[in-house]
Structures are given as C-alpha cells and as structure tokens.
C-alpha cells in the first residue's frame, strides 16, 4: 500500500540545482518567452512570459495538463519555431538573432533531438540513421566512424548497425535515435515524449539509458512527458500550466519521486 504524501504549497517547494548539474552560466534558458497563435479571428496564447533554464549535465522533465504548452516551448527551444517575444538562449547566444540558415545549422550542430515516433528514414540502416545529422550537415562522415562504433555500443545495438528500421523493434528504433541525438556532441539534447510509442519494459530501458547518459557523459536533457514515471527519472521537473510555470520540484532519487509528481500533475490537471 502507497502512503500518499501532501504535496507542498508552490511558494515552499524547493528549487536547489541537481546535484550533477554545473553551475555557472546554464546551457540554455528563455526570458520571458512568449507564444501567441491565431486560429481564424481567435488569438491563442500558447506561452505567457515562461523563464526558464537548464544547467549543463541537468536532466529536466517538463510536464503539465494538455494544452499547457509544453510541446510549444520543446520546439522554441530547439529552434524549430520562433517566439512571438522574447528570447532562447543557447550557451549565450540568442537564437532570435540568427537567419533561418543559422538556426537550421544550430539544430544540425548543437542540439539533439529525441522524437516520440523516433523519424528514422526507412531506406537506411541504423548506422546511416545514426550519422545522418552530419551527412545533411555536408560533413564527411569517415571520421565519425570511430563515434558511431562507440555510440551503438552504448545504447547496445552494434549487432544492429547494418538493419534497417523495419528489422528493428521500437525500443531499438528510439535507442539509434538517441545515439542519432548525440552524434554531434550536442549543447542540449530535447526530447518529446521519447517512451510514448514504447511498452512499459522498452520504455523503461530507455529511460534509463537517458539517465546514465545525463550521469556518465555529463550530457544535458530536457525532455517533455506526460507520463510521472518518466519524469520521476530527471534531476527536477517543471510544471507548466496555462502557458506559465506555476511549479518546480527536485527530485529526492527516492521511492517518493513517482508519487510526489502523480500528485502534483493531478493538482493542476484539476484546478
């Protein structure tokens, strides 16, 4: 039987650092990010003045009922859209100054992403979906060869370098789209809903392939979920509702983790 724990009031919740993150400048962070879409004559403010940031070597979840915009505020800080005011910050330097070419060469170089569905291209293998960040960078690929070896072994597919995604079962497919993640040495590395398409074991594993990831390789990640279990993996979650963070809570790495977040999500999935 789970003893449920009262969860704090949001002013008392506390806000330390993980404690594999380093200090100093973060990695990434926003001011005061806004978002607003037009649907026909309606506006709709998808964020509302979100600060954020992540420190390097940080695992972050972020969370929140539908519609929050979580998944609008993983695309602005990976680029893939712009604010509608204020700024993304990455390692100092503001994406909202760059031309389309430079944002699309900063999310070739500098940013690794982790998608629910994994977009791996059908016609390659696994190797050639692993180095395809640099391929479509213009690079030549034979002196990755060596990281490429040292990444499937990580995630524990080098038997698998030559099969191509059909030949692959999910939790193998998301595994190759982590290492696709990290083949450039990102900055940051976002993740949507990576374990979304997995059963509970594949997405289990994956998590904690993120995890020793973030721990071993000092690695930065921030990942969206919806799901306490996942989250219950990060170093801190943060909580956004209505377009804002209304919340932040480091995780203790305790039994509690999965419940304290259960809680906290089903507060705001109620308010």
């Known amino acids: ?12 919740l506390p806000t330390a650092p993980a404690p594999n993150a380093a200090q100093g400048p973060p990695v990434l962070h926003t001011e005061a990010l806004v978002k607003r879409y037009l649907l026909g004559e309606v506006e709709v403010m998808a964020l509302r003045g979100v600060d954020f940031r992540v420190n390097r070597g940080e695992f972050v979840a972020i969370m929140g009922p539908s519609g929050s915009g979580k998944s609008t505020l993983l695309h602005l800080l990976g ?12 390692a100092g330097e503001r994406l909202s100054t760059l031309s389309d ?6 999310r070739r170089r500098r940013i690794g992403f982790i998608f629910q569905a994994f977009n791996l291209l059908p016609t390659l293998t696994a190797g050639e979906n692993v180095l395809l960040p640099i391929l479509i960078d213009g690079r030549d690929a034979a002196p990755y060869q060596e990281k490429l070896t ?28 982590i290492a696709r993640a990290l083949i ?3 900055e940051i590395v976002l993740a949507d809903e990576p374990t979304g398409n997995l059963d509970s074991k ?24 919806h799901d306490p279990r996942a989250a219950s993996f990060a170093d801190r979650v943060v909580f956004l ?3 804002q ?23 705001l999935e109620s308010d």
Do not use: F, Y
């Open 1 to 12: 039987m789970v003893t449920t724990l009262p969860v704090p009031e949001e002013s008392t």
């Open 79 to 90: 680029g893939l859209d712009r604010p509608s005011s204020g700024e993304v910050i990455l």
């Open 101 to 106: 070419d430079a944002l699309s060469q900063v």
């Open 150 to 177: 040292a990444l499937l072994g990580m995630v524990g597919m080098a038997e698998r370098q030559h099969h191509k995604p059909d030949q692959l079962s999910g939790g193998q497919q998301q595994r190759i789209a």
């Open 184 to 186: 450039t040495e990102p």
């Open 202 to 225: 594949s997405g289990s594993n994956v998590l904690a392939m993120l995890r020793r990831i973030c721990d071993q390789m000092q690695a930065t990640i921030v990942m969206v979920t």
């Open 241 to 243: 509702k209505d377009g």
């Open 245 to 267: 963070i209304v919340d932040q809570c480091p995780n203790q790495r305790d039994d509690q983790d999965l419940v304290r977040i259960a809680q906290r999500l089903a507060m």
